[in-house]
Every structure is written in structure tokens, then in C-alpha cells.
């Protein structure tokens, strides 16, 4: 299984912007999506997840401001940042909790995937 996100750039304080992850590949299933952000000097930390049900949780920071949100059929997890600030600075990783699938057997191998991470600049 893959991850593929999109959409980070260079935005003004109190801009938008909306980052996407699709995941592709032998998927058997895919159960929780999220967002975790990794700024320079610090460490890795959960902006946002979204269970396959739709029940979401968020970083304290981001309340208000950011939403995530996920198309099952697509196997994709969107994250749309609005009011933007420079502490928002960081890359970005798409995380998923899945099974990749086992053609030989038909069953599932659960495990923890990645997206390469995209940048979000935010100036003041």
C-alpha cells in the first residue's frame, strides 16, 4: 500500500489551503487516516485522524481552523486548513491504518503506512 499527498505550498497568515492522500496499491482495508506534522526542531505530532466511520479527533492548535475528511470509495483523506499561521509551518504526513492485501490467501497483513510528506510554508 501507498500514499500519495498533495497540496502543500506557500501561503500567507490567514490563508487556506487543502492537503490530499490517496492510497493505493493491494489494499485490503483501510480503518483510520490521518495527519501528523513534523516542524524543524521538533517532533512528530498528530494533527488530525478520521476513523473509517467518520468519527474525527484533533490537536488542540487546530481546533476551529482545520478539517479532515475522507472519501472511502477514493481511499483518500483530505485535510482543509483554513485561517493558517506561521507555527502551522511544517511538513505534512498522510498516515493510514490498513491491511495490504495477500492475493495467494485473500486475507489481510495489517500494518502502518506512510505518505511522503508535503510542505506547508506559511508567512507572516
Known amino acids: 500500500v501507498q500514499l500519495q499527498a498533495s497540496g502543500g505550498g506557500l501561503v500567507q497568515a490567514g490563508g487556506s489551503l487543502r492537503l490530499s492522500c490517496a492510497a493505493s496499491?493491494?489494499?485490503?482495508?483501510?480503518?483510520?487516516m490521518g495527519w501528523y506534522r513534523q516542524a524543524p526542531g521538533r517532533q512528530r505530532e498528530l494533527v488530525a485522524v478520521i476513523t473509517s466511520s467518520g468519527s474525527t479527533k484533533y490537536e488542540d492548535s487546530v481546533k476551529g481552523r482545520f478539517t479532515i475528511s475522507r472519501d472511502n470509495a477514493k481511499n483518500t483523506v483530505y485535510l482543509q486548513m483554513n485561517s493558517l499561521k506561521p507555527e502551522d509551518t511544517a511538513v505534512y504526513y498522510c498516515?493510514?491504518?490498513?491491511?495490504?492485501?495477500?492475493?495467494?490467501?485473500?486475507?489481510?497483513?495489517?500494518?502502518?503506512?506512510w505518505g511522503q510528506g508535503t510542505l506547508v510554508t506559511v508567512s507572516s
Open positions: 498516515n493510514a491504518q490498513g491491511a495490504s492485501l495477500v492475493p495467494s490467501t485473500g486475507w489481510g497483513i495489517p500494518d502502518d503506512y
Open positions: 496499491g493491494s489494499i485490503f482495508s483501510i480503518n483510520a
